[in-house]
C-alpha cells in the first residue's frame, strides 16, 4: 500500500466530515437568521401594541376631560335667559289661562302671550306647560 492510498484512506471521509460539517453549520446558520428575523417581526409587533395601549389610554383620558370639562361648562353656563317678568308669568302658566295670569300680575292678556312667546322661544319649547316643565327643570323657576 502506497503513500497515495492512505492518503486517500484518510482524506476522503475527513473532506466528507468537513463537508457535512460545513452543510450542518449553514443550516444552523439560516436557522439563526431566521431566529433573527422572527425577533425583529415580534419587537416591532410588541412596540405597535405599546404604541396602540399608549395612544388608547392618551385618547381616553383626553375624551375623559374633554367630558368633563363639557360637564363643568354647562354646569357653569346655565345662566338665566329669561326676564323677571318671564318668569313670574311662567310659573303661573301651568296653572291658568291668559286672562288669570294677566290678572293676577296686572298685565293685559297680549303682554301675558308676548311674554310666553319670547319664554318658550329661549326655552326651545313648543308650548308654555313645556317651556315651564323646562324652567322648573332648570331651576330657573
Known amino acids: 500500500m502506497g503513500f497515495a492510498f492512505v492518503s486517500a484512506m484518510v482524506f476522503v471521509p475527513l473532506v466528507g466530515a468537513l463537508g457535512l460539517l460545513e ?12 431566529a433573527q428575523e422572527e425577533n425583529r417581526r415580534l419587537a416591532a409587533l ?4 405599546r404604541i396602540a395601549r399608549d395612544l388608547h389610554d ?3 383620558h383626553t375624551l375623559t376631560l374633554i367630558s368633563r370639562k363639557a360637564e363643568l361648562a ?11 317678568r318671564e318668569r313670574a308669568v311662567l310659573r ?6 291668559t286672562s288669570e295670569i ?10 301675558v302671550r ?3 312667546s319670547e319664554a318658550i322661544g329661549k326655552l326651545g319649547a ?7 316643565r323646562i324652567a322648573r327643570e332648570k331651576g330657573f323657576i
Open 23 to 34: 452543510a450542518e453549520r449553514r443550516r444552523y446558520q439560516e436557522q439563526l437568521l431566521a
Open 46 to 49: 410588541a412596540e405597535r401594541e
Open 126 to 132: 313648543a308650548n308654555r306647560i313645556e317651556a315651564a
Open 58 to 60: 392618551l385618547l381616553g
Open 74 to 84: 354647562a354646569r357653569l353656563a346655565r345662566v338665566d335667559p329669561l326676564s323677571e
Open 102 to 111: 294677566a290678572a293676577a300680575l296686572g298685565l293685559s292678556e297680549g303682554t
Open 92 to 97: 303661573r302658566a301651568a296653572l291658568g289661562q
Open 114 to 116: 308676548n311674554y310666553l
